[in-house]
């Protein structure tokens, strides 16, 4: 059965007075606002007021009310020169003004005496001041974000750290910002939400994954990021506590581009501090071996008018962007894992100096007493495989530590473009679109990669992400503007797909004789498990689609006016599900855990398995906290290959489904 939940994060039609003049307006734009007085400072109404984009030759016009102030709502983000006129005055026009995401500014304007055809011109340091909120925030330009000292394209994980508030401990998608939980942020590009929402965490401040997008905003496809970390508008509370709102980059009348190519390798860096610890030295260099880490990132981008000679000219009216960006990681990653000796896998278990064969007391009481073969190959291939890294001694002298080096690829495409149309001089259409592409093999991410060098069980991870969102605005008349956007944000996830069946049986090494065998055969609480072979048995796909529709209308009239802030009614809906499947493809066999004989009325002694049958430890001749397994095969459970469950649907409101564990990460 399907189960479908849906979420109404705002209400369909919610109709509001605004007391605030920040209209997110889709989250993707701002307002501008302010006074306009003559140099003795009384107020003039009717006052024209135009504002023109310097970079795409859009214009934006208001006329001042009997109190001498204007507002124009829903602008796009970019730099402005905002022409003043009125008969008897000289005209005033203030260039290079900065509006950011969701922040409304306001300027204050002087108009001297003199003849209209008359021009002053105020270049540069126009204060542009924010007074009609109280909503607390932060704004990165792509002039910014270039000048930091930045690991990562990715400006998520790597520029918005440097803002104030946000906390970085573990790492960057366990962030938090303000000390809130990760489940209140709500991150979103143009508008539209993108995270996973499957693992966004609703209340954990550490581990969740609140602070993380499905769509990677680039460094050359954004134009800004803004973070909002407190008072939020009507328009934004509902989603989260914390906005952090990105705006992608469009066309202008110039045609502007780049093209670069990073490189990242370990020639250039020094080694790990592990492993100059834990790597024996290159007879070579003398030196502990590098993890071979390498980056490649070429990329491009392209924007400017659309043009086709001899037929149309998009100047001033129809823009274009276009961004192509790739990730290359042919890289390494260190792991331990902890075997049993030689010894130990032939029955000989040494404890306080003494060594026991727990063979030899298993026969000498009529129990079986040879280890099961497939156990013994599967063994004997761990053990061999250690040729490949370097082995070290635990203070357990029945274990080992294996540390050998896991090889993994990545490629990424992040593809993005961009599309800005003046329909007419009062309606204005955009659309955007992110289409993002991962492959990974194998999955490190998720421990998804041979547990011994050569042996067959291994998975990667493999996504499609896209997000798309149309935007419009309208002029209707002098005093209605009405803005309406609508996006789409979804993956498709695959993961651990090449397990296969025929990885657990007739493989040279690694064979299980088509069984996943958990070998894990020591203490936990002496962190002594040995590591099982199977880095999954459970291959997932996952697919959560979230869908943004809302729609702001501005009325322009009223007492609202006297505090600069226009009467508006605002409606959003954001509807996220997330359907999860997950198929079993081989049945688990472990190791019986201790049995229990009672010895005495009030305690009970361990007992060492073989076979369903056991053995108290005071006739092996072991200290009662002394624990082990015998390498025996039982069943714990059978079941064929089938989906576990699909089609089932829910939002992160709703309890999370677990299998065999945590889900797997993006």
């Not at 970079?55 to 124009?72: D, H, K, P, S």
């Not at 401040?205 to 939020?232: H, K, M, N, W, Y």
């Amino acid at each position: 059965m399907m189960h479908r939940l849906m979420r109404v994060i705002a209400p369909l039609v919610c109709f509001a007075t605004i007391t605030s003049a920040t209209i997110a307006y889709g989250q993707v734009t701002t307002s501008l606002s302010g006074t306009v007085t003559d140099t003795s400072g009384a107020v003039l109404p009717g006052a024209d007021v135009v504002a023109k984009a310097d970079e795409t030759g859009t214009t934006f016009t208001a006329v001042t009310n009997e109190r001498g102030l204007f507002t124009i709502p829903a602008m796009p983000i970019g730099r402005y020169t905002v022409t003043v006129s009125l008969q008897g005055f000289k005209t005033v026009a203030l260039s290079d003004i900065r509006l950011s995401t969701a922040t409304a500014e306001q300027v204050n304007i002087k108009l001297e005496i003199g003849a209209l055809a008359e021009t002053v011109t105020v270049k540069s340091g126009t204060e542009v001041v924010q007074t009609q909120t109280n909503t607390l925030g932060s704004t990165l330009t792509t002039e910014q974000i270039t000048r930091l000292p930045l690991v990562t394209r990715d400006t998520l994980w790597g520029a918005v750290p440097f803002l104030p508030g946000v906390d970085t401990t573990t790492g960057p998608r366990a962030s938090t910002i303000n000390g809130l939980p990760s489940g209140a942020i709500n991150i979103s590009i143009d508008g539209v939400n993108t995270q996973d929402n499957n693992n966004r965490s609703a209340t954990g401040t550490g581990g969740g994954c609140g602070f993380f997008s499905l769509i990677s905003p680039r460094l050359d496809a954004v134009e800004e990021v803004t973070i909002a970390t407190g008072a939020q508008g009507a328009d934004s509370a509902g989603q989260g506590a914390v906005q952090i709102k990105y705006t992608t980059r469009s066309g202008t009348n110039r045609y502007t581009g780049s093209a670069y190519f990073y490189d990242r390798d370990p020639r250039f860096n020094s080694n790990y501090w592990f492993n100059n610890r834990d790597r024996a030295p290159d007879p070579a260099t003398g030196k502990a071996p590098k993890d071979q880490v390498k980056v490649y990132q070429p990329g491009f981008r392209l924007g400017g008018p659309i043009q086709i000679p001899g037929l149309y000219d998009g100047h001033d009216k129809a823009f274009f962007f276009f961004n192509y960006e790739q990730f290359r990681q042919p890289g390494q990653v260190s792991r331990t894992r902890r075997i049993v000796t030689p010894a130990a896998q032939q029955g000989l278990f040494t404890y306080g100096g003494n060594t026991v064969n727990v063979l030899n007391l298993a026969a000498a009481n009529g129990q079986t007493s040879t280890i099961d073969p497939t156990v013994a190959k599967l063994l004997s291939d761990i053990y061999a495989s250690t040729s490949a890294g370097t082995l070290k001694a635990r203070s357990d002298p029945n274990v080992l530590d294996f540390n050998y080096t896991a090889n993994a690829k990545q490629l990424r495409q992040y593809p993005t473009w961009r599309l800005d149309y003046n329909l007419t001089s009062n309606n204005r259409l955009s659309y955007s679109s992110y289409f993002q592409k991962y492959e990974s093999y194998p999955d490190t991410l998720n421990n998804a990669e041979p547990r011994f060098p050569g042996f067959p069980v291994a998975g990667g991870q493999n996504s499609d992400r896209w997000n798309w969102n149309i935007q419009e605005r309208s002029t209707i008349g002098k005093n209605l503007v009405n803005q309406f956007v609508t996006g789409y944000t979804a993956s498709h996830v695959y993961f651990f797909t090449e397990i296969v069946p025929s990885s657990f049986s007739g493989v040279p090494v690694g064979d299980q004789q088509g069984f996943s065998l958990n070998i894990g055969a020591f203490a936990t609480t002496n962190n002594n498990d040995i590591t099982t072979p199977t880095a999954s048995t459970a291959p997932q796909q996952r697919i959560n689609p979230t869908i943004d529709v809302s729609d702001t209308l501005t009325w322009l009239k009223g007492s609202a006016w006297e505090a600069r802030s226009p009467t508006s009614a605002c409606g959003a809906i954001t509807r996220r599900s997330c359907r999860r499947s997950t198929s079993v493809l081989r049945p688990a066999i472990r190791p019986t855990r201790c049995s229990t004989r009672r010895t005495s009325p009030v305690r009970r002694a361990p007992t060492w398995p073989t076979h369903g049958r056991s053995i108290p430890f005071s006739q092996v001749g072991l200290t009662r906290s002394t624990r082990t397994h015998a390498w025996t095969r039982t069943p714990t459970s059978t079941c064929r290959s089938r989906p576990a469950f699909s089609g089932d649907s829910y939002t992160r409101s709703a309890p999370s489904f677990r299998i065999s564990g945590a889900p797997a990460r993006t």
